[in-house]
C-alpha cells in the first residue's frame, strides 16, 4: 500500500437519538484502520457514512438552529 505524506481518508457520519445529534468526522492515514472504524459503524447500524480521500483538511462549522417556544 503507497501512502503520500499527509494524504488521508476521512470518515464523515452522524448519529442522532430523541436527546442529541453528533456529527463525527474521523481521519484516518491507513485502509487498515478505516476498514475498522466501518466495521463498527455497521454494528452499531450506521449505514450512511461518507470517506473523502485528501491531504489534511481543516473544517469550518456553520451552524444555523431555529428556536420556537412549545405549546
Do not use: H, N, W
Not at 459503524?41 to 469550518?60: N, P, S
Amino acid at each position: 500500500m503507497l501512502i503520500i505524506a499527509d494524504e488521508r481518508f476521512y470518515l464523515i457520519y452522524q448519529e442522532a437519538s430523541d436527546e442529541e445529534c453528533l456529527l463525527t468526522i474521523q481521519p484516518y492515514s491507513d485502509e487498515t484502520a478505516l476498514g475498522e472504524a466501518i466495521q463498527e459503524l455497521q454494528m452499531k447500524q450506521v449505514e450512511e457514512y461518507t470517506i473523502i480521500k485528501g491531504r489534511k483538511m481543516t473544517a469550518t462549522l456553520r451552524l444555523t438552529v431555529e428556536l420556537t417556544e412549545s405549546v
